[in-house]
């Protein structure tokens, strides 16, 4: 496994390719020398018929008159098989007669032998040669007593010369020197065709797998400088992703303290100035209370008066109210939880309606601006559901999920269409969304007129260490 581990693809795929060419032409030149070898025995089988046919037949036709071989026969046949060239390759014939009893056989004992028909024997007796390989249990040997280890065994048909007609079947041992002689040759021609087919696969495929391995190799250096170049452009998108980050978080704490800035102008500035106008007017009142002077058909004096100190008045309460709402308090040293507390506490006291808040897994501290973005976001839906939806139960959620302060504010208010809502340009929707999706969290709103409202937003809590409950 180690040796396969430190090899490289190319070699890989040569050393498996040459071990499965290897064992096809093992397998391929193994089939092709067995084919080889049948072929030559059916040929050899073939070659005996022929011989039996032509040359033997015409020394059984005693068969046609009667059960047995004459004498003559017998004779003839020895001279046939003893002292010819045929009868130097033959260790043992025998011919059988189709009630399975033998007729005629190279052994004298064998004689008038009668035995069970073997399928070999049917088969020759309906004029089919049939030729096989003999093994070491067959039992027969040469003249002398010597075994042999294999022979090829022939059973062939023995016609009538005239009538065509099968008289008995011959059974001939053969050795197997003329078939070892051309089976031989025919292997080795074979094994060197299969090998130099293999080898010139292997070459070829070899060159294959190079190319392909050279291509490999070159798309693998490209992607590599791919690669580095999508590293470099990734480390520098979190660069800048950071930097994005870190403005962002800078820009909600200077449009706190802006706007922080912008409540103590109004207070110091246009607001003293009405606060002043304010109680000049109210000594100038006094005056001018019991003045009659009418001014135009309706009015007196006293009563435009009354009418501008009312205004001033008004404006002043509308002044230091929006100055306290653009004030943000020192919320910097409180938990998530405390700042949620707070914004409950102050709603509670202004608007008179009860809210509920669950607080589940909330950490005990988190990012400045993602406190600064929590204590808006409250504050905004909470007073939305009072003014605009009419709420009189409201419920805030508050949980920690995949590092994420979890936020949820729902109303029975009269409800709304969300679609309309951001297409008629709403501020204080837009204001929450773009505070909560500037720190990188996610913004929703869900609303269905008489089924109240739902706001959920999703902060991140970089930083953020231990939760309580």
């Not at 009072?386 to 302060?405: C, E, K, N, P, Y």
Request: net charge negative.
């Amino acid at each position: 496994m180690g040796f396969l581990a430190r090899m490289s693809l190319t070699r890989y795929l040569l050393v498996g390719g040459f071990a499965v060419l290897l064992v096809g032409m093992l397998v391929m030149g193994t089939w092709i020398s067995s084919a080889i070898e049948r072929r030559v025995i059916y040929h050899e089988g073939e070659l005996f018929a022929l011989y039996v046919d032509s040359v033997i037949s015409d020394h059984v036709r005693s068969l046609a008159s009667g059960a047995s071989l004459s004498d003559a026969d017998m004779i003839a046949l020895d001279e046939l098989l003893y002292r010819t060239r045929l009868g130097e390759r033959i260790v043992a014939f025998k011919m059988w007669s189709p009630d399975g009893r033998v007729i005629y056989s190279t052994d004298l004992t064998e004689i008038g032998a009668q035995s069970e028909i073997k399928p070999a024997i049917a088969a020759a007796f309906r004029g089919e040669t049939q030729s096989q390989m003999s093994t070491l249990s067959d039992g027969k040997r040469e003249p002398g007593g010597a075994q042999r280890p294999q022979l090829i065994e022939i059973f062939a048909p023995v016609y009538h010369p005239k009538t065509r007609s099968i008289l008995a079947v011959s059974q001939i041992y053969q050795t197997t020197d003329v078939l070892a002689q051309a089976v031989g040759t025919a292997r080795l021609e074979s094994w060197a065709v299969v090998v130099a087919a293999t080898t010139a696969m292997y070459l070829l495929l070899a060159a294959l797998i190079r190319r392909a391995s050279k291509t490999i190799t070159t798309q693998q250096q490209q992607l590599q400088e791919k690669v580095s170049q999508l590293t470099i452009l990734l480390a520098q998108n979190e660069y800048l992703h950071e930097r994005v980050a870190r403005a962002a978080e800078r820009t909600t704490a200077l449009n706190e303290r802006f706007l922080r800035r912008i409540a103590v102008d109004l207070h110091d500035g246009p607001g003293q100035g009405l606060a002043l106008a304010v109680m000049r007017m109210e000594t100038l009142a006094e005056v001018c209370s019991e003045c009659q002077a009418a001014i135009g058909r309706e009015r007196t004096v006293a009563e435009e008066f009354r009418q501008l100190q009312q205004a001033l008045q008004s404006a002043l309460e509308d002044m230091r109210s929006i100055s306290k709402g653009l004030h943000l308090p020192d919320i910097e040293q409180l938990s998530p939880a405390d700042i949620a507390r707070r914004v409950v506490r102050d709603y509670e006291r202004t608007s008179g309606v009860g809210v509920e808040l669950t607080i589940n897994g909330v950490p005990e501290d988190a990012p400045l601006p993602v406190k600064i973005t929590l204590f808006r976001l409250l504050q905004e839906s909470l007073a939305n559901g009072f003014r605009h939806g009419g709420a009189v139960s409201q419920r805030i959620m508050l949980h920690t999920l995949d590092s994420q302060l979890q936020v949820e504010v729902r109303d029975d208010g009269k409800g709304f269409d969300p679609k309309a809502a951001e297409s008629e340009g709403h501020l204080g929707l837009e204001g929450m969304r773009e505070r909560v999706e500037i720190l990188g969290g996610t913004f929703a709103v869900w609303s269905t007129a008489g089924q109240g409202t739902l706001v959920r937003a999703a902060l991140p809590l970089t930083g953020a260490v231990t939760a309580h409950g």
